[in-house]
Every structure is written in structure tokens, then in C-alpha cells.
């Protein structure tokens, strides 16, 4: 399958295989197969009113680059681009990156993005069904209890609660940022999982306004990771998507157990009211 960008001249040249920290900006006529590790939620950049998405990508040696779609490639590759996906990718252009962008020192040069010429073709190396595509649930109960910051995990459940107000917290790296508790559970367990939604996700109101309209409602949230800020938890990444009518076999069951557990569910959502009130 070529991507909606594709090539719209004959190649003079066969493309070289070529590794992620083989490429510059002068690097043409290559191709690079690579894992997609991230695809963040679209943002528009502050200066320049431009709506962009930033991908993470990995290829067969565990090298690292950035990826970035700009305005309408957001919506071309919405499906033609999938997290954890591997693909094979032609002719993408390598630019430069500015070095306040850079998160460690380690991070490459350059970053990929996507021309006219770029083709993007899906790789089936045998391996796919071990890695998680988006909305693969995983029930509660079935969570590990030790953060990997490597690992993530989409989950369905019940909106049990929803903080009033974002909190907030000096991080690790002494930056602030608001965030907002929601809590879920499943018919996989009796104890509901406490969610940190952090950033935008946490701090905007009319998110707020739909997690509250959601009380008593399933509700899918992708790309969590477990963490350790208030015992077992789980918290939003930067490639959390927030389903508010997930679809699928486990949304389908966890909608069949609630059915006939609106009692169990209402005193569920009280004591963990009080509990979170009670942590605050």
C-alpha cells in the first residue's frame, strides 16, 4: 500500500537502505525501515499557528529519530501511520533540528518529514502481533505493577470520578504542570485504577466537561503508562487519544457487565469520591 503521499515522478536511482543515524539533510534516494514508538496527539505550534504532529521512530538498530507531520499530512496519515506499527519509509526529507528542540544530548541531528516523494509502505516482518495496536484493551487486572517507561497500555472502563480541579506538580525535572485525576474500573477487578491525566488533557475545562458528562459511562484511553505517583496508578503520555464511545469486544463486554451492576457502580463511585478527596 503507498501512502497518500507518493511519488509523483519515476526514480532515477534505486533507494539505498540506509540506518536512522546514516541520514542527513543531504541524504536522497534512500529507504529506512523503522518502528513507529510514538505519534503524539496534533498540537499547533505556538509562533507559527501551525498545526503539527511529532512521531518517534526506531529502527532495526535501536536508533532514534524524530518524525514531524505539518498541517494536512495530519489528517492524510492519520490512518496510513499507526503507533507500533513497522513500515518501510522512501524518500522522506531529513532536516536539521534546532538544538533547544533536542530532550537529551544523545537525541540525533535531524528529524523526518514528509514531501510529495516520501512513500510510506506497511512491513509485515512476522513479529507485528506482539506489539499492541491501538485500542488492544488490556484489562485492569492484567496491568503490571512496576513502571517501565517503555511500556504502554490502552484500557476501557467505567468513569467512576473526575477530579473537579487540575492539581499542581513539580516534576523531576522541577518543571510544573497541572494534572487532573480520573478514575476507571473494569469487570476485570473490584479496585478501580486511579488515572493521572496530565497537561492539556488535565487542564483544559472542556475536557473536564466531557470526563464529567462520562460518569457512569466506558470510555477508552490509549498509550498509559504505569506509574508510581500515587501507589499503582497509571498516567497519560504525550500519544494519549481519549475514546469517548470505544467500540471493540472488550468495550462490548465491559458494556454487557455494566448492565447488570448499576448498583455496585454507583457505591463505587462514591467510595472513590472520598477516597481521592481524602489523598488530596
Known amino acids: 500500500m503507498v501512502s497518500p503521499c507518493h511519488l509523483s515522478q519515476t526514480h532515477r536511482m534505486k533507494p539505498k537502505t540506509a540506518y536512522l543515524d546514516e541520514l542527513t539533510a543531504k541524504s536522497k534516494d534512500y529507504k529506512?525501515?523503522?518502528?513507529?514508538?510514538?505519534?503524539?496527539?496534533?498540537?499547533?505550534?505556538?509562533?507559527?499557528?501551525?498545526?503539527?504532529?511529532?512521531?518517534?521512530?526506531?529502527?532495526?538498530?535501536?536508533?532514534?529519530?524524530?518524525?514531524?507531520?505539518?498541517?494536512?499530512?495530519?489528517?492524510?496519515?492519520?490512518?496510513?501511520i499507526k503507533r507500533n506499527r513497522v513500515y518501510e519509509i522512501t524518500n522522506?526529507?531529513?532536516?536539521?533540528?534546532?538544538?533547544?528542540?533536542?530532550?537529551?544530548?544523545?537525541?540525533?541531528?535531524?528529524?523526518?518529514?514528509?514531501?510529495?516523494?516520501?512513500?510510506?509502505?506497511?512491513?509485515?516482518?512476522?513479529?507485528?502481533?506482539?506489539?499492541?495496536?491501538?485500542?488492544?484493551?488490556?484489562?485492569?487486572?492484567?496491568?503490571?505493577?512496576?513502571?517501565?517507561?517503555?511500556?504502554?497500555?490502552?484500557?476501557?472502563?467505567?468513569?467512576?470520578?473526575?477530579?473537579?480541579?487540575?492539581r499542581m506538580i513539580t516534576t523531576n525535572t522541577n518543571c510544573e504542570s497541572k494534572v487532573r485525576e480520573v478514575v476507571l474500573i473494569d469487570h476485570s477487578t473490584s479496585q478501580p485504577l486511579s488515572i493521572s491525566v496530565w497537561d492539556?488533557?488535565?487542564?483544559?475545562?472542556?475536557?473536564?466537561?466531557?470526563?464529567?458528562?462520562?460518569?457512569?459511562s466506558k470510555v477508552g484511553l490509549t498509550t498509559l503508562r504505569v506509574s508510581n505517583h500515587r501507589a499503582f496508578s497509571m498516567s497519560t503520555s504525550l500519544s494519549t487519544i481519549i475514546i469517548h464511545s470505544p467500540v471493540g469486544a472488550k468495550a462490548e463486554a465491559l458494556a454487557s457487565w455494566m448492565t447488570g451492576h448499576h448498583m455496585a457502580l454507583t457505591e463505587l463511585r462514591s467510595r472513590s469520591k472520598l477516597a481521592l478527596l481524602r489523598r488530596s
Do not use: H
Not at 507559527?48 to 492524510?76: C, H, N, P
Not at 540525533?108 to 507485528?128: A, H, K, S
Open 32 to 80: 529506512v525501515k523503522v518502528r513507529v514508538l510514538e505519534k503524539r496527539r496534533p498540537k499547533t505550534s505556538p509562533d507559527k499557528k501551525v498545526l503539527y504532529q511529532s512521531l518517534l521512530l526506531q529502527d532495526d538498530k535501536g536508533t532514534k529519530m524524530r518524525g514531524a507531520l505539518f498541517a494536512d499530512q495530519v489528517e492524510i496519515f492519520e490512518d496510513a
Open 92 to 166: 522522506a526529507p531529513i532536516s536539521p533540528v534546532k538544538p533547544e528542540w533536542k530532550t537529551n544530548p544523545t537525541d540525533l541531528d535531524y528529524q523526518m518529514t514528509f514531501g510529495r516523494r516520501t512513500i510510506v509502505l506497511p512491513v509485515d516482518n512476522g513479529d507485528d502481533g506482539n506489539y499492541p495496536t491501538i485500542q488492544d484493551y488490556r484489562p485492569i487486572s492484567q496491568l503490571p505493577r512496576v513502571p517501565n517507561y517503555a511500556e504502554m497500555f490502552d484500557v476501557v472502563g467505567v468513569v467512576l470520578f473526575v477530579e473537579d480541579q487540575p
Open 200 to 216: 492539556e488533557l488535565g487542564e483544559d475545562d472542556q475536557q473536564r466537561c466531557l470526563f464529567q458528562r462520562l460518569v457512569g
